[in-house]
């Protein structure tokens, strides 16, 4: 039985192409922590973490490095593994950083096992590799209609179909007028997802997305707070338009009293917030029972992987915020992620830009 050897962290904060505007903030380059965990068998399974801010980055790091100290020398088997960090941090609580380090650690874990079974991840986990459908969501933040329309066009390029557009501005008026630019710009049939980041409260959520219904909008993702179900419900149930949540589910047990409460149409669960691949397969489980589409959240290389295996299967996130420090970055072909049939989930950093960007 092969064992794990090291479990190293290094943090980079690492420049956008296109600076994200949200309702929550503005982001201009991603803090990003990179995990490396070794086995006895030579296998370097990765996975990275998104920090939201620099703020995070040394304890994140200094979190991981001190949890080595739990797998180092354990037997490379992701379940028990994760079995026992759920254990040792149900006190503190497996949420915010200690949840993205289990995470972290889980994917990290199952790149190594896939590495070490000569498959790709997809493969390792019973499905297929095959091209995995996929909608743009570098930019398009709030930055006024002309901008957004603009920058709709160029996120076409790579073959896309689909897209997402940040709303929560400050009045309805200046949402519909950067979904009537996007819309005006873009060739019929365009895709159009939208993200309110938690920014209004239900009824007002309810106010604008009746004024939205006239869009045909994919969905209206996150448009009250996330953790505000039985504010999401009533959202949902007011609108003809999708609500959907779920990059702010913590571990699939919360996603369980998410779908329970009928917080949305949609799903779309976060690999470092879900509990890794571990997390990811169990949340995929509930998508299914519950007969939700389900899409991903960021880390689009790993994420490509698990659509593959996951019943509901809807939408990949595309975004390329990790592609300046890997080797080689996810391929868009026809809108489609193509998977690389290799060994592993397609994480390879480029160690000259991995130093380039320390932080
Ligand atoms: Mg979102």
Redesign the pocket.
């Known amino acids: 039985m092969q064992t794990i050897t090291s479990l190293k962290s290094r943090a980079v904060f690492v420049p956008m192409t296109r600076p994200l505007h949200t309702a929550t903030g503005t982001i201009t380059k991603v803090p990003l922590v990179l995990i490396d965990l070794a086995t006895s068998a030579g296998a370097i399974g990765r996975s990275y973490l998104f920090c939201i801010t620099p703020l995070a980055l040394k304890a994140q790091v200094a979190l991981l490095d001190d949890m080595a100290s739990l797998v180092v020398g354990q037997p490379l088997v992701p379940f028990d593994i994760e079995q026992m960090l759920a254990k040792r941090f149900t006190l503190l609580g497996a949420t915010g950083l200690v949840g993205m380090a289990i995470s972290g650690i889980d994917a990290a874990l199952w790149d190594a096992k896939a590495i070490e079974a000569n498959l790709p991840l997809a493969r390792l986990l019973g499905g297929a590799v095959r091209p995995v459908k996929a909608y743009n969501s570098c930019g398009l933040g709030l930055m006024g209609p002309d901008k957004v329309a603009r920058e709709a066009l160029e996120l076409l390029q790579g073959g896309f179909s689909a897209m997402k557009l940040r709303l929560g501005y400050a009045t309805l008026d200046e949402d519909l007028a950067a979904v009537r630019a996007v819309k005006a710009a873009l060739p019929a049939g365009i895709v159009l997802m939208t993200?309110y980041?938690q920014a209004l409260d239900p009824t007002e959520a309810i106010r604008r997305g009746h004024a939205l219904e006239e869009f045909g909008l994919a969905w209206i993702?996150?448009p009250v707070r996330a953790d505000d179900h039985a504010g999401n419900a009533r959202v949902a149930a007011a609108l003809k338009t999708p609500v959907q949540i779920g990059?702010n589910y913590w571990g699939p047990r919360d996603m369980a009293r998410a779908v329970a409460a009928g917080a949305s149409d949609y799903v779309m669960p976060d690999l470092e917030r879900i509990g890794g691949v571990s997390g990811w397969l169990r949340a995929a489980a509930i998508a299914d029972a519950a007969a939700l589409p389900m899409s991903t959240?960021l880390f689009p290389e790993a994420s490509a992987h698990l659509m593959c295996v996951t019943p509901t299967a809807h939408w990949l996130e595309y975004v390329d915020w990790a592609n300046p420090v890997l080797q080689a970055p996810l391929e868009i072909r026809d809108g489609h992620a193509m998977i690389r049939d290799a060994p592993g989930s397609g994480l390879v950093w480029d160690e000259t830009r991995v130093k380039q960007y320390a932080y």
Do not use: G, I, P, S
């Open positions: 993200d980041n993702e996150e990059e959240h």
